[in-house]
């Protein structure tokens, strides 16, 4: 019984803060009924009953609490279970819902600080209300200086593709997702220069790409903090077009001379490169929160940032202070209501924001936007941008009587995903679609965009936790997981899914590759399933490869043939030991096969399962390198087989540090300490440059 007022108590917060929500989106409507009613009827709800039970579909539409216009019951996220209520694990297979809408402005300042106060109450944020409040103001605008010109157009090497620059100089530049869209990254090539970002010096170093005569010719020496100065930064990754080079990072400040909401700014700052031997600093370039990616679409820089608002803040000055802020050089500009967005399925009291500006100019931002609403994985093919974060949820049932006359109360809690859509098209960033849907994302692979469409593979997992309540409390627990494949339309909807695949197991590794979906789970053999995804409306399983070990990352490697790089394991135990490298044969997507493989004996690590920027890929040369331990690796496929070609020593234990990278003839290994330079051909050490 002592469970009671405070299940009932957290009920009516939660039902008044989404009675708030509810009233902002009826003025909205008032303004475009028309629309939001065509938008109404084309949501959808994906529920699938099975043959189980006639009263899990019952409990299905209370969850998800449909009324008969189709609009969602946003009173109804706090679910009220009556006697007879469902497991949702016992149901497992019962129930999958999700929700896609069009996402609207803020009208006001003001309708945004009664969001975030509502918000605020439900998550415990401290919010002080001043009574000499800032009223509401037209922010300022950043006066845009002049345009840098240059004629300088730098050539991508790019998804592991050789490239050639204008001079008929081959490389290769980054490990990306999407070809034509360029990753930040901490080493970035040009073909005739090599940069470098040395996060254990805080320097930028610019080396010629001449082979053995490959030499430091300019450095940047990036600002740091002093033991007397009261704040950090971090340099995170670079981007580079032409003679541009942006430096991204996160700086925080903790200085009793600021405000709480100007503490953290993901930055770029933009050097000229016209004379390497002495870069030239132009414009900085801050956004608020923390610095989470960059894609380089043609010329235009796309910069993404986390801006959380945690819960010892205050809300003083009013809801405009805690709008997210841009900033050039020392001109400040507060973002605009109709350029905030909020994420109804979103329950953080943060924004995720995006700018874009001109990489061959860099002096300005052209256009930024924020949606309330984190941000934790992104996506980008140009010309959408997709931002989703993961979040925990959980419902609770008042007290309850079992068949016993015992009391209890039952507790089922779950992971989602709340994904939010942005077009760019010339410059301009525009909200296009949302929708929250049951899962959590393992990465950037996890999503794709083909043919109109976006597909998603997550792992759906779910806990419920029964509390008995007689005397002292006891516990009882049953967890689940399993994944499943969402095919989403234009405006997030969900036109078609696979569920329940791969029971208690996770989602290691996924790529798309045109009309097939691959991907991997693992418990204690690696099923590698491929679905045809040709019809987005009945995608299916079309084959399951189940081998020792698990990939943790897939690469395309050429017409037919798929590379995996992950671990073996003990077919028993699950016990995952030495790096491996697979070559699977997808040629027939329904019938694939390991072609061949090669398990590195005592080399226990690798971080491509976390950062694919870190992997080498030229399917030309048929060459993979990465670091692993402390060494860095070189491998060919030559007859039907991996082969280790080189082995860099190099005195570092390189986790996600090392790059390697070629140009012409010759293969560069870059780490914090040296830059080692190889005969491509050979792998025979040409010279050892000393970063200092």
């Known amino acids: 019984m002592m469970f009671k007022d405070a299940y009932r108590r957290k009920n009516d917060a939660v039902h008044a803060r989404e009675g708030l929500l509810d009233e902002i989106r009826t003025a909205h409507a008032v303004q475009s009924r028309g629309e939001r009613q065509k938008t109404n009827r084309r949501r959808q709800w994906l529920i699938a009953i099975p043959t189980v039970a006639v009263a899990a579909a019952a409990c299905v539409a209370v969850v998800i609490g449909i009324n008969a216009g189709g609009k969602k019951n946003y009173a109804s996220e706090v679910k009220s279970a009556e006697a007879g209520y469902t497991s949702m694990l016992d149901a497992s297979e019962a129930s999958v819902q999700m929700q896609a809408e069009a996402p609207v402005a803020v009208e006001s300042y003001e309708e945004l600080g009664k969001i975030m106060e509502a918000r605020g109450e439900k998550s415990g ?54 070809e034509g869209v360029d990753e930040a990254d901490i080493v970035k090539t040009d073909g005739t220069w090599i940069y470098t970002l040395n996060q254990a010096n805080n320097k930028v170093y ?97 910069i993404v940032s986390d801006y959380r608002i945690w819960s010892w803040h205050p809300l003083d000055g009013g809801p405009i202070m805690y709008c997210p802020k841009v900033v050039t050089n020392d001109s400040t500009s507060v973002l605009e209501p109709k350029e905030i967005y909020v994420n109804p399925d979103s329950e953080e009291n943060g924004f995720t924001v995006v700018t874009t500006m001109n990489a061959a100019d860099g002096t300005a931002f052209d256009s930024h936007k924020a949606v309330l609403g984190g941000c934790s994985t992104v996506y980008c093919n140009g010309a959408d941008l997709l931002v989703a974060s993961e979040e925990w949820t959980s419902d609770q049932s008042e007290e309850q009587t079992d068949a016993n006359g015992k009391h209890f109360v039952r507790i089922i809690s779950g ?25 959590s994302l393992l990465n950037q692979f996890s999503m794709d965009a083909y043919n109109g469409y976006y597909r998603l593979v997550v792992t759906r997992s779910d806990s419920e936790e029964t509390i008995w309540t007689d005397g002292i409390d006891t516990y009882e627990w049953n967890n689940s997981s399993n994944c499943t494949l969402y095919v989403l339309d234009g405006d997030l909807n969900p036109v078609g899914q696979i569920d329940d695949l791969a029971k208690d197991e996770r989602v290691q590794s996924v790529r798309f590759m045109g009309d097939v979906a691959y991907f991997v789970t693992f418990r204690q053999v690696d099923p590698l399933f491929s679905a045809d995804l040709s019809d987005p409306e009945n995608p299916k399983i079309l084959s399951t490869l189940r081998i020792p070990g698990f990939s943790a990352y897939l690469h395309p490697f050429g017409e037919g ?7 073996d394991a003990d077919e028993e135990h699950g016990w995952t030991e030495n790096v491996k490298l697979s070559m699977y044969d997808v040629s027939d997507p329904a019938n694939v096969t390991e072609a061949f493989k090669l398990s590195l004996k005592d080399v226990n690590y690798t971080s491509v399962q976390y950062n694919h920027k870190i992997l080498f890929v030229d399917v030309d040369t048929q060459t993979i390198a990465f670091p692993a331990d402390d060494a860095y690796y070189v ?40 830059v080692t330079v190889l005969s491509f051909e050979t792998m025979k050490k040409l010279a050892s440059i000393k970063l200092k």
């Not at 031997?277 to 132009?282: F, R």
């Not at 992971?415 to 899962?439: D, H, Q, V």
């Not at 020593?649 to 996600?656: A, S, V």
Request: glycine share 10%; proline share 2%; hydrophobic share 35%.
């Open 125 to 178: 944020l401290w919010i002080y209300k001043n009574s000499d409040a800032v009223a509401e103001s037209a922010p300022t605008e950043a006066e845009e200086p002049a345009a840098v010109q240059s004629d300088t157009v730098m050539m991508k090497g790019e998804n592991g593709i050789l490239t050639a620059d204008a001079s008929g100089r081959s490389y290769t530049g980054t490990n990306i997702q999407v």
């Open 206 to 302: 610019i080396l010629s790409a001449e082979g053995k005569e490959t030499a430091v010719v300019g450095t940047i020496k990036l600002k740091t903090a002093s033991e007397k100065d009261t704040y950090w930064c971090y340099y995170s990754e670079m981007m580079l077009y032409g003679d541009r080079l942006y430096i991204l990072g996160t700086r925080s400040d903790w200085s009793d001379k600021i405000s709480d909401e100007d503490r953290t700014y993901a930055f770029a700052e933009v050097y000229d490169l016209s004379d390497r031997t002495a870069p030239k600093h132009l414009t900085s370039h801050k956004q608020q929160g923390e610095y989470r990616t960059a894609r380089l679409c043609g010329d235009l820089l796309v």
């Open 415 to 439: 992971s989602s995903t709340n994904l939010f859509r942005f077009t760019i098209e010339n410059g301009e960033i525009e909200a296009a679609a949302s929708a929250k849907l049951p899962g």
């Open 561 to 567: 043939k798929l590379l995996g790089i992950g671990f």
């Open 635 to 674: 491998f060919r496929v030559e007859n039907g087989a991996f082969k280790q070609i080189g082995k860099i020593e190099t005195g570092e234990y390189w986790y996600d540090g090392g790059r390697g990278l070629f140009v012409d003839d010759a293969f560069y290994v870059i780490g914090t300490e040296a």
